[in-house]
T-cell receptor
Framework: EAQVTQNPRYLITVTGKKLTVTCSQN?????MSWYRQDPGLGLRQIYY???????DKGDVPEGYKVSRKEKRNFPLILESPSPNQTSLYFC??????????????FGDGTRLSIL | QKEVEQNSGPLSVPEGAIASLNCTYS??????FFWYRQYSGKSPELIMS????GDKEDGRFTAQLNKASQYVSLLIRDSQPSDSATYLC?????????????FGRGTQLTVWP
């Protein structure tokens, strides 16, 4: 089954304790992306990756890191989490085409609470 | 910064009515346009994609694209209570970041029985 898998689905942690949210897709997609979603603010892109070893900042990259060492995986790293990073996070992936992107497939989301 | 604007809502329609959701975008070179539906606490799911001017119909859903006016809309005919959700408009960037999508903030739709 084609899917984007995020782990964990829920996490409560404390300020300053490094954490990683994993994302894996089995569709051989080139493009992967991380979003956060907060009430009233919609989906905001954190980082995205066009392919292996190619990543770029989105609209709200501060406090986050990513890596793309393999095509299927795109982990999101919070080196020193703070309460303002409490949010619902989504990973998404898609094929890329020169004349228009293909639709993005979303993971089920990770609800992160930082105390 | 690309801008994608949606009618802010919330939008409330009776069961069986037509719901009309609108979206404008700032980037003239955008090529791909998507509508996603998102239930509360769930991930967005794709319901329509449109790439060329005109209408595209899929069941009760019709997407309309007008690139000259930089406008894309979604019509939901015979609205059902199960259509109650937030609808997200997404537009791709054809420029240097070929894969990047820009999302509007969403329009919350309520269909009442």
């Amino acid at each position: 089954e084609a899917q984007v898998t995020q782990n964990p689905r829920y996490l409560i942690t404390v300020t300053g304790k490094k954490l990683t949210v994993t994302c894996s897709q089995n569709m051989n997609h080139e493009y992967m992306s991380w979003y956060r979603q907060d009430p009233g603010l919609g989906l905001r892109q954190i980082y995205y990756s066009m392919n292996v070893e190619v990543t770029d900042k989105g609209d709200v990259p501060e406090g986050y890191k990513v890596s793309r060492k393999e095509k299927r995986n795109f982990p999101l790293i919070l080196e020193s989490p703070s309460p303002n990073q409490t949010s619902l996070y989504f990973c998404a992936s898609s094929f890329t085409r020169v004349f228009g992107n293909q639709p993005q497939h979303f993971g089920d989301g990770t609800r992160l609470s930082i105390l | 910064q690309k801008e994608v604007e949606q009618n802010s809502g919330p939008l409330s329609v009776p069961e069986g009515a037509i719901a009309s959701l609108n979206c404008t975008y700032s980037d003239r070179v955008s090529q791909s346009f998507f509508w996603y539906r998102q239930y509360s606490g769930k991930s967005p799911e794709l319901i329509m994609s449109i790439y060329s001017n005109g209408d595209k119909e899929d069941g009760r859903f019709t997407a309309q694209l007008n690139k000259a006016s930089q406008y894309v809309s979604l019509l939901i005919r015979d609205s059902q209570p199960s259509d109650s959700a937030t609808y997200l408009c997404a537009v791709n960037d054809r420029g240097s970041t070929l894969g990047r999508l820009y999302f509007g903030r969403g329009t919350q739709l309520t269909v009442w029985p």
